[in-house]
C-alpha cells in the first residue's frame, strides 16, 4: 500500500518532505472535499517535488467547471468530484473534456463518494464503466460530507474489498479516502487498497486545520507498524 498525504501549500509540502511518505495531493480542504488549491500552489510545489513523490492535484466538483489547462505538465495525476451528477446525462462528456484539457502526461482518477445519495453522485457501477472508457488509472473512494466519520461509517469492509476488486478486474488502482484515522488502520489493511489517502489525521485538529509534524510521526508510526506486521502475516 502507498501512503497519500494532501497538503494545502508548499509550506505542508516541505513538512511532508521530511517523511517516508509515497505520494503528495494538493487540495483546499476549505473547498469541500476534493477543494482546489491555487494555480500559484500547483506550479510552485509540483516543480519542487515531483522528482520524489507522485503529485496529483484535487480539481474541485465537475459541475463547478473546473479548468485543468493550467495543471503543471509534471504533475501524476488530477481528480474530480462527481456530487450533483447523479441523473445528468451529460457528465461523462464533462468529465472526458476536462481530461482532455490536462496535459496529456497526466494520469486520471475517476472518484466515487461513500456517501452517494448525500453527494447526488453517480452510482459505483457508473463511476466504474465510465472510468474504463476514460483510460482512468485509479479510482477513488471518497466521502462528500465531513461530518458523518469516516468512509468504514459508510461502508462495510466486505463492501470495499468487493469495489476493489472490481476495480482490480478493469486493471486500475483502488485508492481509500475519507477522514481514515489511526484507529481504522487495522480495518484498512484488511480492505489493502493500493493507495490510503490521508490529511485530517495528520491535521491539529479537524482536516481544515494546520498539518501538525506530531500527529504526523504519530500516524505513520502506526501506518508503518501495521504494514510491517501485515506484510509477516
Not at 119 to 146: M, R, S, Y
Request: charge should be negative; glycine fraction near 6%.
Amino acid at each position: 500500500m502507498q501512503l497519500l498525504v494532501s497538503v494545502r501549500s508548499a509550506d505542508e509540502a516541505q513538512i511532508m518532505g521530511r517523511y517516508p511518505i509515497d505520494r503528495l495531493d494538493l487540495k483546499e480542504p476549505l473547498h469541500g472535499s476534493l477543494g482546489a488549491t491555487s494555480v500559484d500552489t500547483w506550479q510552485d510545489v509540483v516543480p519542487t517535488w515531483h522528482e520524489r513523490f507522485g503529485v496529483s492535484i484535487a480539481l474541485g466538483e465537475l459541475l463547478d467547471g473546473p479548468d485543468a489547462s493550467y495543471v503543471p505538465q509534471q504533475t501524476d495525476s488530477i481528480k474530480v468530484g462527481l456530487s450533483g451528477c447523479r441523473g445528468l446525462s451529460d457528465w461523462p462528456d464533462q468529465l472526458r473534456l476536462l481530461y482532455e484539457s490536462a496535459p496529456e502526461s497526466v494520469s486520471r482518477v475517476a472518484v466515487y463518494y461513500a456517501d452517494q445519495q448525500y453527494a447526488g453522485c453517480p452510482l459505483f457501477e457508473e463511476v466504474l464503466e465510465v472510468a474504463q472508457h476514460l483510460a482512468c488509472e485509479t479510482i477513488l473512494v471518497d466521502t462528500f460530507g465531513k461530518l458523518t466519520g469516516t468512509v468504514l461509517n459508510l461502508l462495510s469492509e466486505s463492501e470495499l474489498i468487493s469495489m476493489r476488486n472490481a476495480v482490480h478486474a478493469i486493471n486500475c488502482q483502488f485508492a481509500l479516502a475519507g477522514s481514515i484515522q489511526i484507529d481504522d488502520l487495522p480495518a484498512v489493511k484488511t480492505i489493502h487498497p493500493d493507495i490510503v489517502a490521508v490529511r485530517s489525521a495528520m491535521c491539529l485538529a479537524d482536516r481544515s486545520s494546520q498539518i501538525c509534524e506530531q500527529q504526523v510521526a504519530k500516524f505513520l508510526n502506526s501506518f508503518h507498524e501495521s504494514h510491517v506486521v501485515t506484510a509477516q502475516q
